[in-house]
């Protein structure tokens, strides 16, 4: 490694910084106000190198017209963030923080495939800014005069934010409704219209770097996601709605991944290191160590211990003797379904099953334990990786079925030390950065997890191989794992569980070990996650570094909240109702996402307590009116 290599790169990590911080920054803003943790934010992101892909040619190829068709294509992804506001969230501010983050998630999904319709699944590549397409010497390396713009317009960015917050009327509001939201409605500002000027600022902001990051990296169907994980990484470790920590967690961010790219292969001790290879996980190791150390943030605040304890959970009623009818129906007929329909039945049952325990470990660390997760797929894929590796190994497969899950317990067992010291958003976000590791680790190490490839032929035992012998033994491992999940929750610990989740100085008054009977909650889910994922494994035959990926979190939070999260047989509903939804809307349309997106966004504005909670409430109506 050269000194000019070194620092083309840290001009090159400069330019990154930049684009990373306009996006950080509208979220940061939105945030700081609203409290809603904008999951659609990457797709304004994308909607700007799409929109200005299609403007940049009709504008001209000049650069007066480039430019222009820059600027307008930020101010109509700032217009569509403030159609967002008013048509979805605004229906939606006063419920809980993760009800709102399936909402925006569902918008996720809408919006990619409306892009899909409108620019087809292909990578377009937008022509480069008119006289920045030349490159600037700098001790013998070459770099690109528009990355010399972009870490011009970082600073300049935050400079012109800092003015508007702190020099105007408006910012006085902003930073008026992110200090006390409640206060600075009681003195009369309008948050109606606050809110949609924040959102349209935010997502202005978003716009831009998507129609900046055009000369750089084409437009495609993958930029929401890809740049939503290192956005809420900025965001967090920048301090949830700190606008100057956004820009200084995307300077450190940005720099160290490009340290690691100049770094490369590196002999230390005689063992080699692909510093490069470690780009993947920079970002969340660095919010990992943050967060250990300084759990709100760089230049955050401490939450309001009066704000955490506000929050009111119902408690989960124990199963009545309806309930109780119902679900031995609902046994009958998974026992007869696989005589009843064809083999696809039984694999979707299966599936059903596998995914119903997922949700429930999922929902058992929700609900009772009030810790949000956003990686709980970590623990699913441990699970699934151990199974398949055992296997691979000549263990029987029985034998390798249970003990896999030890190994998702083990994970929790180190993860959870951490995390059961973060509450909240910040919680929630330290689980997405360890699970982004594990499934680093997955996909990277080729001669253990078989890389991007995975493993394959990892089949169940010959009395097993038959499709409706694997069906009954899902069905029975699930049925005891969900009895056993359930027993939990009323017996002694789970009341400790709920005490330290609804009061945790009072439960530590009265001799509660809070930390301690949090991290037990933490492996007992992951270990019931690990189930599922070694089902999983044996059901299809394969394992990839996609069972641990942010999707798979997402849709076990989608399950658990569709359900019901103060119900407990609100996850298995929700994951039998999701997993058929995308299951056969997928096969009717290759628009499925907006149409699972749009059928989620109705139940989250109809039936904001989950399909399960409505219909407990319906029960106890008609039983009340009888």
Same mark, same amino acid.
């Given at each position: ?58 504008? +001209? ?12 294509? !930020? ?261 007869? !379904?696989?005589?009843? #329909? ?66 998702? #317990? ?83 610990? #789970? ?11 009072? !439960?530590?008054?009265? +001799? ?16 019931? !996650? ?97």
């Amino acid at each position: 490694m050269t000194f000019a290599t070194l620092l083309i790169q840290f001009l090159n990590g400069l330019a990154s910084a930049s684009a990373l911080f306009l996006v950080s920054a509208g979220l940061s803003l939105i945030f700081g106000v609203t409290r809603i943790v904008n999951f659609a934010h990457g797709s304004l992101y994308m909607l700007g190198a799409y929109i200005a892909y299609s403007l940049i040619a009709p504008f +001209g190829a000049t650069i007066l017209g480039y430019w222009t068709a820059v600027i307008v294509t !930020a101010v109509i992804v700032g217009v569509i963030g403030i159609l967002i506001e008013v048509l979805l969230l605004r229906r939606i501010y006063r419920a809980p923080e993760l009800l709102q983050l399936i909402a925006t998630f569902a918008v996720v999904l809408i919006v990619k495939d409306v892009a899909l319709a409108a620019w087809g699944p292909q990578d377009l590549l937008g022509p480069r800014a008119p006289g920045l397409k030349g490159a600037i010497a700098i001790a013998g390396g070459a770099l690109p005069q528009y990355d010399v713009l972009l870490i011009v317009l970082g600073p300049l960015v935050l400079a012109f934010l800092w003015l508007l917050l702190q020099r105007t009327r408006w910012g006085i509001l902003v930073r008026a409704a992110t200090e006390d939201r409640e206060m600075a409605e009681a003195l009369g500002v309008n948050q109606v219209w606050l809110f949609s000027t924040v959102f349209f600022v935010g997502a202005l902001l978003a716009g831009l770097a998507g129609a900046l990051q055009l000369p750089r990296e084409p437009a495609n169907l993958a930029m929401d996601l890809s740049i939503i994980a290192d956005v809420f990484v900025v965001t967090v470790v920048g301090g949830l709605g700190s606008i100057p920590g956004a820009f200084v967690a995307a300077l450190i961010i940005s720099l160290i991944k490009s340290l690691c790219i100049a770094l490369g292969d590196v002999t230390v001790f005689g063992v080699a290191v692909s510093f490069s290879k470690l780009t993947l996980i920079a970002e969340f190791v660095v919010m990992a160590v943050v967060l250990a150390f300084r759990p709100w943030g760089l230049f955050g605040r401490p939450p309001s211990m009066l704000a955490a304890a506000s929050e009111q959970r119902d408690l989960i009623s124990a199963p009545g003797a309806r309930l109780k009818l119902a679900g031995f129906i609902v046994l009958a007929a998974l026992v007869a !379904a696989p005589w009843i #329909g064809d083999d696809y039945l039984t694999v979707l049952l299966t599936d059903i099953l596998v995914f119903a325990l997922f949700a429930a470990s999922l929902h058992f660390l929700m609900g009772p334990g009030g810790m949000a997760s956003f990686g709980h797929a970590a623990y699913f894929g441990l699970g699934a990786y151990a199974a398949a590796l055992l296997v691979k190994r000549a263990v029987p497969m029985e034998l390798a079925l249970a003990l896999a899950p030890l190994a998702a #317990g083990l994970g929790a067992l180190v993860y959870g030390w951490f995390c059961v010291r973060l509450s909240g958003v910040y919680l929630a976000m330290l689980t997405l950065a360890l699970a982004q590791i594990t499934w680093s680790i997955a996909y990277q190490w080729d001669a253990v997890t078989g890389g991007s490839n995975g493993l394959v032929g990892v089949w169940p035992a010959a009395w097993l191989s038959n499709r409706i012998a694997y069906y009954y033994l899902t069905l029975t491992a699930v049925i005891i794992a969900l009895l056993v999940l359930w027993r939990i929750i009323y017996a002694p610990f #789970g009341y400790a569980l709920r005490g330290a989740r609804d009061s945790p100085l009072r !439960a530590e008054a009265i +001799g509660i070990d809070v930390r301690g009977t949090q991290w037990t909650a933490f492996v007992a889910a992951a270990l019931f !996650a690990g189930i599922a994922g070694a089902l999983y494994a044996f059901s299809k035959g394969s394992i990839s570094p996609e069972t641990l990926a942010i999707p798979r979190s997402v849709d076990g939070l989608v399950m658990v909240l569709l359900g019901g999260l103060q119900t407990l047989v609100g996850p298995v509903v929700g994951a039998a109702v999701f997993t058929w939804l995308q299951d056969t809307v997928s096969r009717q349309t290759d628009f499925w996402r907006a149409l699972l997106g749009g059928v989620i966004l109705v139940l989250v504005l109809l039936f904001p307590q989950g399909i399960a909670g409505v219909a407990g409430q319906v029960g106890r109506r008609t039983k009340a009116d009888a």
